[in-house]
């Protein structure tokens, strides 16, 4: 199994397919490494991202970057095996924001994006092109910091869809 560990502390998260924003979760390996490092240097080019480190260790990668406003933290793990691309897809993604503001931010806009509905206190579930369930913790009691993870749902189309539609809009 591959699997790679993406540590990444910056200064804004912006929502675009060419920045951090982008849910990896059942995308191919190479894709969203080639699509973090475009977003390391448009964020060094954009001033957002003062400086990064970038380490890997057999199947190991991992990306330190800095900036001085807030941050975030996020993981990656490819162990979903793709038979036609010959390669490993993203099955879990996890960002763990510094900051309550920015981190509710990004939750609203990730609700929006991926058309999630709420299958229970703390989960969302994401429409069926997307097919994942977005879970939202927090770092510590105080809800603070949130985390916000992604995973793969393994479940066929029919009982997906079915299982989307009765969940509500909210």
């Known amino acids: 199994m591959r699997s790679i560990i993406l540590l990444l502390t910056m200064f804004h998260l912006q929502l675009s397919a060419q920045d951090f924003g982008l849910v990896f979760v059942n995308l191919d390996s190479a894709y969203a490494v080639k699509t973090i490092n475009h977003s390391l240097k448009t964020g060094i080019k954009k001033k957002t991202v003062s400086s990064y480190f970038q380490t890997q260790s057999g199947d190991t990668l991992i990306i330190s970057v800095k900036d001085s406003v807030d941050g975030f933290t996020l993981k990656l793990t490819f162990n979903q095996p793709d038979t036609i691309l010959q390669t490993n897809t993203c099955d879990f993604q996890q960002y763990t924001f510094d ?61 997906y869809k079915a299982l989307y539609r009765s969940l509500s809009r909210n």
């Open 99 to 159: 900051c309550t503001p920015c981190s509710q931010k990004h939750l609203e806009a990730y609700q929006k994006s991926s058309g999630y509905r709420k299958l229970s206190e703390n989960k969302y579930l994401s429409n069926y092109w997307n097919r994942n369930e977005m879970e939202v913790t927090y770092k510590n009691q105080d809800k603070a910091c949130m985390v916000i993870t992604f995973r793969t749902v393994y479940m066929t189309k029919e009982k």
